[in-house]
């Protein structure tokens, strides 16, 4: 079955206590991204990769390291969580970014950092 | 900055009426607009739009993009509560950066 798997899904963490929350597709897409969902702000985009060793930026990269060693796992990490960081976070993944093709979300991982 | 606009926030409706929900955008490098509806779980696609004035059609959804006006409208007609829903608008730029809307929150009442 075709499916992008995110782990954990639901985490409570302390501040300053590094985590990875691990994502990984099935499908061979080229195009992985990460996005945080806030209530009133709509999906956020963190940061995205076009390909393996390639990432990019997106609107709210501030506290946040993805890698992208493998074509199938995209994980991200946050070295020193802070409670503006607890938000619902999906990864997602997509044939390639450039033709704009149907993405494929994880079912989501609601961090909370006390 | 790109932005991506959609309008209104939440509806709230009752079954087998029509609903539009809109989307608007500015951004630089415009690649491709996509639809989503979100429910109490992960976005599932909807519709890609790429070029002006082609409907996509899928049941009673269907949406139609203007690149002129720099909008998007998603049509549902027929309503039922299963229609209730967030849906997204989002837009892809070149480069692969993909920019969401706010959402609408969509309310269906028997």
């Known amino acids: 079955e075709a499916q992008v798997t995110q782990n954990p899904r639901y985490l409570i963490t302390v501040t300053g206590k590094k985590l990875t929350v691990t994502c990984s597709q099935n499908m061979n897409h080229e195009y992985m991204s990460w996005y945080r969902q806030d209530p009133g702000l709509g999906l956020r985009q963190i940061y995205y990769s076009m390909n393996v060793e390639v990432t990019d930026k997106g609107d709210v990269p501030e506290g946040y390291k993805v890698s992208r060693k493998e074509k199938r796992n995209f994980p991200l990490i946050l070295e020193s969580p802070s409670p503006n960081q607890t938000s619902l976070y999906f990864c997602?993944?997509?044939?390639?970014?450039?033709?704009?093709?149907?993405?494929?979300f994880g079912q989501g991982t609601r961090l909370t950092v006390v | 900055e790109d932005k991506v606009v959609q309008s209104p926030l939440s509806l709230v409706v009752h079954e087998g009426d029509t609903v539009t929900l809109n989307c608007s955008y500015e951004v630089t490098n415009f690649r491709s607009l996509l639809w989503y509806k979100q429910e109490k779980k992960a976005p599932t696609f909807l519709f890609m739009l790429?070029?002006?004035?082609i409907e996509k059609k899928s049941g009673r959804l269907s949406s139609i993009l203007d690149k002129k006006e720099l909008f998007s409208i998603l049509n549902i007609t027929a309503t039922q509560t299963g229609d209730s829903a967030i849906y997204l608008c989002?837009?892809?730029?070149?480069?692969?950066?993909?920019?969401f809307g706010q959402g609408t929150e969509l309310s269906v009442k028997p």
């Open positions: 790429t070029s002006s004035g």
């Open positions: 997602a993944s997509s044939l390639t970014g450039q033709a704009g093709t149907e993405a494929f």
């Open positions: 989002a837009v892809i730029v070149w480069g692969g950066k993909l920019i």
